[in-house]
């Protein structure tokens, strides 16, 4: 897909095949070689209502909102954006030797919390854990693995994160938190769940409750996310994720009239 001013991404939460996977409203994961596909980036743009988790991979992200903040995602880097009552922003992907991606996760929050006040949270590579094992490299964005807590915290969701590395036969297994919905997205690789391939850029969806493996057919990186559903009617128009149609109006209005953005945000990290 063609998102913002020319960026090409993959897409798999987000499309006519799944809406919505509750908690998570959108999945894209950016990135190419050509700086054509992408160095237009996203301009100003709103958002409410939900949650933005930003992971870059290589490269990095400059972004600065209307109300004055202003950073620079480096790789490796995380950023959680709780837009919640109104932000506008603008994220610009920068090439670093020749190298650009990452991935943009989008969370819900319930009813009673999209119009509260926005917050940040962003944290460098240095903050995020490292597990090595004898063929696997983990890396802990938001929730646990083994005795390792990643710095992301989202109370609503309790949203486990995990960039796995694996080599080729390598197999790594994982105990889902009880009621999550859970996937894992190949992005480098290929690999296999019980015994059912996983190719680069699909979305696998996890049964919840249970001890599950995934085997390395080459050498294989993928995201693994989990979270717990919201449960609530989710209405969605272009960056506004809310809970009704009329909210979704005033959302509109509010962007036109000049009155969208009511706090400025507040920032943590390291």
């Not at 979704?248 to 036109?256: L, M, S, T």
């Amino acid at each position: 897909m063609i998102e913002g001013a020319g960026v090409n991404v993959h897409r798999t939460i987000g499309t006519p095949a799944l809406r919505n996977l509750d908690p998570f409203i959108m999945l894209d994961h950016f990135g190419s070689s050509d700086p054509d596909q992408y160095i237009a980036g996203f301009p100003d743009h709103p958002h409410r209502g939900f949650i933005t988790l930003t992971y870059i991979l290589d490269g990095h992200m400059l972004h600065q909102d209307s109300m004055g903040n202003k950073g620079d995602l480096k790789a490796g880097g995380i950023q959680w954006m709780k837009a919640a009552s109104g932000v506008i922003h603008s994220e610009i992907p920068q090439q670093t030797k020749g190298l650009m991606r990452g991935f943009q996760l989008w969370i819900n929050l319930p009813a009673t919390e999209k119009m509260t006040d926005p917050n940040y949270q962003e944290f460098s590579a240095a903050a995020i854990p490292i597990v090595e094992q004898n063929d696997a490299t983990v890396r802990v964005i938001s929730g646990s693995y083994g005795n390792y807590k990643g710095p992301i915290e989202d109370p609503n969701t309790n949203v486990h994160y995990l960039d796995v590395a694996l080599l080729p036969r390598a197999n790594f297994s994982y105990e889902l938190p009880e009621t999550m919905t859970a996937f894992i997205y190949p992005y480098q690789g290929n690999g296999k769940i019980a015994n059912t391939t996983v190719p680069t850029h699909t979305l696998a969806c996890l049964s919840s409750d249970e001890r599950f493996e995934v085997s390395a057919t080459d050498e294989l990186r993928f995201i693994l996310v989990a979270g717990r559903p919201i449960g609530e009617p989710i209405v969605q128009y272009g960056p506004f994720v809310m809970s009704s149609r009329e909210e979704i109006e005033q959302a509109v209005n509010d962007y036109h009239d000049g009155t969208f953005v009511r706090t400025k945000a507040r920032w943590v990290s390291d």
